[in-house]
């Protein structure tokens, strides 16, 4: 229906607390989906919180059934509208990858994230959602949700020797992968 702005590092409403969703199948809640779908798309986005286009509710999307033109060598996430996310980590292991946001454009840094995960909350209709995954699949669950709890990945780098510009730490990387 509508591509939103995304609002990008540096906005305060990034970093509020997004509130539960208490009313699952309106109007207005598949309007937000609808959008959201859209301007993820648009942007070729792995996934986009609410909070990213300043709404204030805990509800993410991610996935797509096709490779994302950023990603173009990780794996397929199916498509999914997630409202009040759990996440629960499976193990303490973690691992290491760049990672980018469409609210921090232009930059990419190595990013820690639990390995093995269980996901738990419910699509736009009410239906419960519960999942476990690993890699590339639990990164992006993850990636999104922390932008529901008001943090974005930079705030998650430990090495700020590996957090930059992508056009610095990737030379030659296309225009489409940089945020």
Known sequence: ????????????????????????????????????????????????????????????????????PRYPDRPIVPPTVLVNPVITPLSEEEESDWEGCLSVPGLRGMVPRWSHIRYTGFDQYGD??????????????????????????????RDFTQFGFTEVLFPGVAATEDD
């Open 1 to 68: 229906m509508t591509v939103r702005e995304i609002l990008k590092m540096g906005d305060a409403r990034l970093l509020r607390q997004a509130q539960p969703v208490t009313g699952f199948d309106t109007d207005a809640l598949h309007l937000l989906v609808t959008d959201m779908l859209d301007t993820m798309r648009a942007a070729n986005g792995a996934g986009l919180a609410a909070p990213q286009i300043g709404v204030d509710l805990q509800l993410v999307i991610f996935g797509s059934r096709e490779r994302n």
């Open 128 to 157: 419960a959602i519960d999942r476990t995954v690993e890699g590339f699949h639990a990164r992006v669950v993850q990636h999104e949700c922390d932008h529901l709890w008001g943090m974005l990945y930079p705030m998650r780098v």
